[in-house]
């Protein structure tokens, strides 16, 4: 199959990052904006010797799920993946991709994988985005990241940014570079980017923390969770590299609160040998556990692990080194990220 040829295919699936499955010939096909159950005709610009990437011609059979983008940029931005795809399929095709990650990448054969919570709002909900300028330009990166989208209203931020972004395009003199518009209702400090999503992510963590003695909060920013969890423990104790975060978070502690600065595997070991049978919060970024956080879970024994990720590829990798040992009870998707391929993920692992 060269570039330039032309197939019809029936999507089955959607990939993590969003591009729809098909098979041709034993070869993956990987279509960007289509919806499983739909037949297709595709444009290969892709091939290589497993796979093999194209474009929609036609839509042939459309799926019932598919719904008209309400963004006119959609599809030449590279910010959405689903705006295509009605709401409540985006959230099973989440809860299905987080599932299949566990399965093949983890070797967990029946993933306890809950169906996928939803986000207050679908649209609207973004208090914070970045944008590129390249004067004239004010946008995102396209699907095609060489090229700048040209945007003067972004679907998913709310209308704090949105207003704050037609200021920025109405400026005489544009610097190139990052612009990040924020809301300001909730003052300085870290704040989630979605604030609905973000309280039903806390409802979830605070489910499977239950309550305790000690919380050990590893990758805490500013204190996030620590705070709402403080109730349910006697002492919580939050563990960050990023020292301005944890500045945030003592600026703000109450008793029982406490905040260290440094690297999570240098720090956690002692932290769990001082406070044997500990419930450990793990929040960690994309890349997941380095190996000595792994190292002293698996030494420690604690009563129970909450691990959020926000990838499932790495989640996936550590709980096939963690559930042999703490095995997996709960795996809540949470979306905090609509119209996007991004999925939030609440793991709960006991003893």
């Known amino acids: 199959m060269k570039k330039g040829a032309e197939l019809l295919l029936e999507i089955t699936d959607v990939a993590y990052g969003g591009a729809g499955l098909g098979r041709h010939d034993g070869r993956v096909v990987f279509v960007p904006f289509t919806v499983p159950g739909e037949t297709v005709r595709v444009r290969i610009n892709r ?32 910010g959405c993946a689903y705006q295509h795809i009605a709401y409540p ?21 029946e993933p306890p994988v ?6 207050p709002l679908a649209y609207g909900y973004r208090n914070r985005l970045t944008l590129h300028v390249e004067p004239p330009l004010v946008g995102f990166r396209g ?9 003067s209203r972004c679907l998913l931020a709310d209308d704090t940014v949105n207003e704050a ?46 309550t305790g003695g000690v919380l050990v909060d ?15 423990f006697g002492r919580v104790i939050g563990l960050d590299w990023d020292a301005r975060s944890i500045g945030a978070a003592q600026a703000g502690a109450q008793p029982g609160e406490e905040y260290l600065a440094g690297d999570t595997a240098a720090l956690l070991p002692g932290v769990l040998q001082e406070n044997p ?69 609440v793991c709960l692992l006991e003893s």
């Open 277 to 345: 049978g500990a419930v450990v919060l793990l929040d960690p970024p994309a890349q997941g556990l380095a190996a000595e956080v792994i190292d002293a879970l698996l030494a420690a024994q604690p009563a129970r692990i909450v691990y959020v990720s926000c990838d499932p590829a790495t989640l996936a990798r550590d709980l096939a080194k963690l559930a042999p040992q703490h095995p997996l009870k709960r795996v809540v998707p949470v979306d905090m990220f609509p119209q996007t391929a991004s999925i939030e993920t």
């Open 218 to 232: 590893a990758y805490c920013g500013s204190g996030f969770f620590a705070r709402r969890l403080l109730g349910a």
């Open 143 to 151: 699907t095609d990241p060489r090229h700048l989208v040209d945007i």
């Open 114 to 119: 809950e169906p996928a919570r939803p986000s």
């Open 47 to 78: 091939a290589h010797r497993s796979w093999l990437g194209g474009d929609v011609v036609e839509i042939v059979q459309p799926s019932p799920d598919r719904i008209a983008p309400p963004c006119p940029w959609f599809g030449r931005c590279g």
């Open 165 to 210: 972004l037609a200021q920025l395009r109405g400026k005489r003199h544009l610097h190139a570079g990052p612009a990040t518009l924020r809301s300001n209702a909730h003052g300085g400090g870290f704040r989630q980017v979605n604030d609905g999503a973000a309280e039903v992510l806390a409802q979830v963590v605070a489910e499977c923390a239950a």
């Open 89 to 109: 399929r985006q959230l099973e095709i989440k809860t299905r991709q987080v599932s299949e990650a566990l399965r093949r990448i983890g070797k967990l054969p």
